[in-house]
């Protein structure tokens, strides 16, 4: 194995992540990951699945050297000059794919770390110096399926894997209003979500469809699609605890879910 085992199970993490701009902004959020990164075990290696890396079928990325990816437009040149220069690891990609046999997981070379990934990881562990290995989302599956594959990776965290699930309980850009706080709509989602995660009501959280007004705060469901991972990677004895919960843009939930 190409990292330290460690001796006592890493945490799962779900970071609302918002927009870019939290690389290099001073708020709320970007101060809660830096605080996470400090409190939490430091992990050997990083496995992240971003709402920002969608295939047809899992791919998962085995490069030593994954590129930034800039996959956002219009923003001030600082961000598009920011480098996470982190190594990748080829061995927890082939893990990976060995873990998720029955499903076929393609090696991938050719994407990154897509920002879902690197502004959080940028205020988490700034020095960008733990390998980071990036999972896709297949949009052609069910939320049961990828709640399966959380739960198939969950024995990695035993190994000092940090799995981190990149995305938004609430995200819809379509109605950002500039104002503070949230609509209503945004609010009483986010708490409902929150609810059921303290209760561990799996089964309604994967079946998101079928909850009240779901269209509105996912319209489209690759940034809530992380979520289900990080409930399926959980262990029954760990403690749930929320280190960022607020919602910007009136419709962009931030909220981060440690289950440690």
């Keep these: 194995m190409a990292w330290n085992v460690k001796s006592t199970r890493m945490p799962v993490i ?14 709320a959020s970007s101060r809660a990951w830096k605080r996470l990164g400090e409190e939490i ?3 050997s290696v990083i496995l992240s699945i971003s709402a920002h890396w969608e295939t047809r079928g899992t791919k998962v990325t085995g490069m030593a050297k994954p ?12 961000l598009y000059k920011m480098k996470y220069p982190a ?6 990609a082939k893990l990976v ?15 990154g770390l897509d920002h879902g990934t690197w502004i959080v990881l940028a205020r988490m562990y700034p020095r960008a110096d733990i390998p980071v290995v990036q999972l896709s989302l297949d ?11 959380g739960k198939s990776l969950a024995e990695l965290r035993e190994r000092g894997v940090l799995i981190l699930g ?7 850009l379509g109605m950002m209003q500039l104002s503070e706080g949230g609509y209503d709509w945004a609010i009483e989602f986010d708490e409902m979500i929150k609810r059921l995660l303290i209760e561990g009501k799996d089964a309604t959280i994967i079946d998101y469809e079928a909850l009240p007004r779901s269209h509105l705060p996912i319209p489209t469901p690759e940034h809530f699609l992380p979520l289900l991972y990080i409930i399926g990677a959980k262990h ?15 419709s962009v939930s931030m909220r981060c879910a440690v289950f440690e």
Excluded: C
């Excluded at 779900?14 to 708020?27: R, W």
């Excluded at 794919?97 to 050719?110: C, F, N, P, R, S």
């Design 14 to 27: 779900f970071v609302g992540h918002g927009s870019p701009m939290n690389a290099i902004e001073d708020n």
């Design 41 to 43: 075990p430091r992990p």
């Design 67 to 78: 590129r930034t990816i800039y996959d956002f437009w219009g923003f001030p040149d600082t």
């Design 87 to 92: 190594a990748g690891s080829p061995a927890l």
């Design 97 to 111: 794919a060995k873990q998720l046999v029955g499903i076929g997981v393609g090696l991938d070379t050719e994407w």
């Design 139 to 149: 949009y052609t599956v069910p939320g049961q399926k990828h709640f399966e594959i």
């Design 166 to 172: 990149s995305g938004n309980i609430v995200h819809n």
């Design 236 to 250: 029954p004895s760990d403690r749930l605890r929320f280190v960022a919960e607020n919602i910007v843009y009136g």
